[in-house]
């Protein structure tokens, strides 16, 4: 976790938020991110995808069995799915949202729409060619031979 807080006070040096992101596996770093979203252009380059990301490239795998992640601050919900999709075997986490909320980084619009029908957003969603979507889906399905994840 200190490595992880060291990289939030350096990503706050380089221009970006105070995140930081340790991956671990068998007690050797497999994967390290602090925010990059302004430096990137990029709202998806949070500390915690940016260390998924070089983690599963380093390990040359989708998904992160045996990995734990230390991160600076409770995941924000994106983050929070990444984490989920990656699967690892734990996370710690030094900061609470309510701490990340309090200097502005507040996501509890997010977090409250998560469960929000889609029709009942704050953002406008609208659903077209389900039709012609869903065709594909069922190839999917069909697909003898694919990587299940």
Known sequence: MAEAIALSKESISSGGGPFGTVIVKDGKVVGRG???VTAWNDPTAHGEVV???EACKNLNSFQLDDCIIY???EPC???LGAIYWSRPKAIYFA???EDAASIGFDD???YAEINVLYLNRKRPFHQIMREEAITVFQSWAEKEGKIEY
Do not use: F
């Open 95 to 97: 900061n609470t949202r």
């Open 71 to 73: 991160t600076s601050c």
């Open 77 to 79: 919900p994106m983050c």
């Open 51 to 53: 260390a998924i990301r």
């Open 108 to 110: 509890a619009l997010i």
């Open 34 to 36: 602090i925010n990059r």
